[in-house]
């Protein structure tokens, strides 16, 4: 009962505080040359998202979540490369109208971290929905075999039934409607814990950090093999 209590109040708290010579000519390659990819270049995985995302009040952007996922991707040889896409304060909306700026990348795997900032100016669920539906489709118009992955997120009670059950079916149809990974809530284990959170009682530490990683990493690497093969 208090757990449930304290994750009531993390949420509430979250939605009321937020915001030298020419060179030598190279030789053609070989058709079958062509048709070998370059192990060397690194596949990338797109964190696009807001603070949570940005690591907003850690003294590091190596100890935000996007980093320590890096650090596990090293660990256990697999050659991708973490790209941090947060901005603080982003809304789905902020999201849409920046996402061809982070698409002048490629794009291996693309995790969609954003929709709590909308929850906090109350936008209808449906124009939340069509914004972030509009930002897997720029990804997939430019990368088409991007794997998209969702990152899940809650609004409180106090925000009424009908809008928090609205909200709270955004990510799952999301992630189903674009054959996606759903992670269910990307704070899980950590909202509402005061020691993995800042003085704000929002945004992670970096032990808080650890643990989002870990979420993201329990469903991220599924994506992350299947791309391996």
Known sequence: MMKKISIYLFLLAMFTGLSCGAPEKEKA?????????????KKSIVFFGDSLTAGYGLDDPSLAYPALVQKKLDSMGLNYEAVNAGVSGETSAGGLGRIDWILKQPVDIFVLELGA???????????????????IDRV?????????????????PSMGQ????????????????NNGILIPFLLEGVGGEPELNQADGIHPTPEGHKVVAATVWKYLEKRVREEER
């Open 162 to 177: 009908r809008y928090v059950k609205q909200f709270s079916a955004i990510f799952p149809k999301l992630a189903k409607d």
């Open 117 to 135: 900032n909308d929850g906090l100016r109350g936008i209808s669920p449906e124009e939340t929905q069509k914004n972030l539906q509009g930002i």
């Open 29 to 41: 390659p070989s058709k079958a040359e062509e048709k070998q990819p370059d192990k060397s270049k």
């Open 140 to 156: 997939k118009a430019v990368n088409p075999s991007a794997k998209i992955v969702i990152a899940g997120m809650q609004v409180p």
